[in-house]
């Protein structure tokens, strides 16, 4: 089945940019879907379909996807970033819904 | 407002059953692909399962770890999904989530695009 390999954490101090990685196998031939998970709460949909936003997204959130990477960027960072992000793809075989372990956003 | 709200969860013994529900608000429920996921403690997000829209048949898909054991249905009269969940392990235990697909889909009615609403969750607890 297809795995998603993402940092476990990541460190960045308030109004610095974070990236948060998310890899697997010719992962630019899929799209990637990125989900918030602050601390007991659900996660939310903050990107998909590599880089849309939803309504509601701060712009400060992109995301891009080429060759075996996809990248979440989050720009000037804030204290009320601090969560979990997990990518996700849709897989055509095997189980349908794939995530990454999820990467814990410390802001320092 | 698109709403989501889980019940049903609790502590169950191994090899019981217990039924999940997810009610569903705000939106026209029927049009839409309803999923559920589970997160054990201090654990990351794992998929279960989906129901499909009936406009794409109503079919189901199941995670490997739960076919066969877990089975998906919907009532779109009362806009809600439901996880029945038989022969449960104390490994099953977690904070199940249902969401909503969206926001957009594939030729088949799969929600390839992500999951775009979220409940809050209900706790199943599996243990003697």
């Known amino acids: 089945s297809y795995v998603l390999t993402q940092p476990p954490s990541v460190s960045v101090a308030p109004g610095e940019t974070a990236r948060i990685t998310c890899g697997g196998g010719?992962?630019?031939?899929?799209?990637v879907q990125w989900y918030q998970q602050r601390p007991g709460q659900a996660p939310v949909l903050i990107i998909y379909?590599?880089?849309d936003r939803p309504s509601g997204i701060p712009e400060r959130f992109s995301g891009s996807n080429s060759g075996d990477m996809a990248t979440l960027t989050i720009s000037r960072v804030e204290a009320g970033d601090e969560a979990d992000y997990y990518c996700?793809?849709?897989?055509?075989?095997?189980?349908?819904?794939?995530f990454g372990g999820g990467t814990k956003l410390t802001v320092l | 407002e698109v709403q989501l709200v889980e019940s049903g969860g609790g502590l169950v013994k191994p090899g019981r059953s217990l039924r999940l529900s997810c009610t569903g608000s705000g939106f026209s429920f029927g049009d839409y692909a309803m999923n559920w996921f589970r997160q054990a403690p201090g654990k990351g997000l794992e998929w279960v399962g989906f129901i499909r829209s009936n406009a794409f048949g109503g079919t189901v898909d199941y995670a490997a770890s739960v076919k066969g054991r877990f089975t998906i249905s919907r009532d779109d009269s009362k806009s809600i999904a439901y996880l029945q969940m038989s022969t449960l392990k104390t490994e099953d235990t977690a904070l199940y989530f249902c969401?909503?697909?969206?926001?957009?889909?594939?030729?088949?009615?799969?929600?390839?695009?992500?999951?775009?609403?979220w409940g809050q969750g209900t706790l199943v607890t599996v243990s003697s």
């Open positions: 010719n992962l630019g031939s899929t799209t």
């Open positions: 996700h793809v849709w897989d055509t075989s095997g189980d349908h819904v794939v």
């Open positions: 379909y590599d880089s």
């Open positions: 969401s909503r697909g969206g926001p957009y889909y594939d030729n088949n009615g799969s929600p390839i695009g992500g999951f775009d609403y």
